[in-house]
Nanobody, 125 residues
Framework: QVQLVESGGGLVQAGDSLRLSCAAS????????VGWFRQAPGMEREFVAAISRSGAFTNYAESAKGRFTISRDNAKNTVYLQMNSLKPEDTAVYYC??????????????????WGQGTQVTVSS
């Protein structure tokens, strides 16, 4: 069992940056790949980025490429999502999730075993 807690969300203006954190507790965190997803009101939860167990491999949605960076510090049991050049359309609740698949190619919600409660990101124009 892995418990995940997101933090770092908030209200920012377009063009600003935020860094989200996903802190894990429970079983060995380095055994899981971790993904970030987001869900806007009335929309389905969508994939944003993922990172492999070791951090050697990453994967991004097209909307995130060039603006977002996912990273992890296994010694701190934490995964980060650095978000730059934020746009109003990035407004959503952001969730981190862990998968035993270990692969950064896991992009579907059903592939993930554990989820955090989410953190709200609001970008004003």
């Amino acid at each position: 069992q892995v418990q995940l807690v997101e933090s770092g969300g908030g209200l920012v203006q377009a063009g600003d940056s935020l860094r989200l954190s996903c802190a894990a507790s429970g079983r060995t965190f380095s055994g899981y790949a971790v993904g970030w997803f987001r869900q806007a009101p009335g929309m389905e939860r969508e994939f944003v980025a993922a990172i492999s167990r070791s951090g050697a491999f990453t994967n991004y949605a097209e909307s995130a490429k060039g603006r977002f960076t996912i990273s992890r510090d296994n010694a701190k049991n934490t995964v980060y999502l650095q978000m730059n050049s934020l746009k109003p359309e990035d407004t959503a609740v952001y969730y981190c999730a862990a998968t035993t698949s270990g692969s950064s190619r896991s992009v579907q919600t059903y592939e993930y075993d554990y989820w955090g409660q989410g953190t709200q990101v609001t970008v004003s124009s």
